[in-house]
């Protein structure tokens, strides 16, 4: 009896894995299987026990590389089931090492969770990538309505990001009706990261700075040049000024109550 075979059947008789897992193993590393005797322990198994008929079994996805008695120990060590390695399996990942395996299952990556963010496209998709996706929260929801508002063929890196900076679906989807030139993911993270409101946009254009750039957007944010201020300057007479000249004025404290009065001198 091979070593392998020693410790698959010591891990179920341990109660480690089932009898189906236990087959599947059998299977992986290119035993024959059994039936009745794998509930008896190892040392009653005899060293030549006749191959009783099974029925046929469902075609299987491929398997990993032959398993040797200590890959065996590492993998149930870590909890990581025959279940788990052919659902990953079934979701695409048909060749993935022990390592991958473990760090998979170590960081809590279902197969479900690496089948949705397929269905999705995301690229690049290699096990570093999922794992990386799933530690930042990126969840298939997320992904889903980041693409629904426009933001098409990101890679898993720009998916990452717009997480990590909190930027919402539904903030995007406003932003681009509001037809604002290169908008970016890095642009639409800037304005998110500066506190730039859609409704702040709106009412900028509303008071005639219609061709505002995402640089002149964050630098009047940062100002914290409000619409309001806008249209007094301009109801005081002052209807071109540039993003800096507003800026040197809102920072200098120039009311437009100041500016009307001064411009009624002549």
Known sequence: MSEERMVILKMLQEGKIT?????????AVGEPPITSAIMAPPEAVPAVAPVAPVAPQPALPPTPPRLNAEQLIELSNHGVESSYVRDMQKAGFAKLSIDELIELSSHGIEPSYVRAMQALGVKPLRVDDIIELGNHGVEPGFVREIFEAGLSNLS????????NHGIEPGYVRELRTLGIKALS????????NHGVEVDYVRQMREHGLTDLSIDDLCELANHGIEPSYVRAMREA???????????????????AEY????????
């Open 237 to 255: 007479g002052l209807t071109n000024l540039t993003v800096d000249e507003l800026c040197e004025l809102g920072n200098h404290g120039v009311p």
């Open 259 to 266: 500016v009307q009065q001064m411009r009624a001198l002549g």
């Open 185 to 192: 993911v890095d642009n639409i993270i800037e304005l998110g």
């Open 19 to 27: 009898a189906e897992e236990a087959l599947t193993l059998l299977d």
């Open 156 to 163: 898993h890196d720009e998916l990452i990001e717009l997480c």
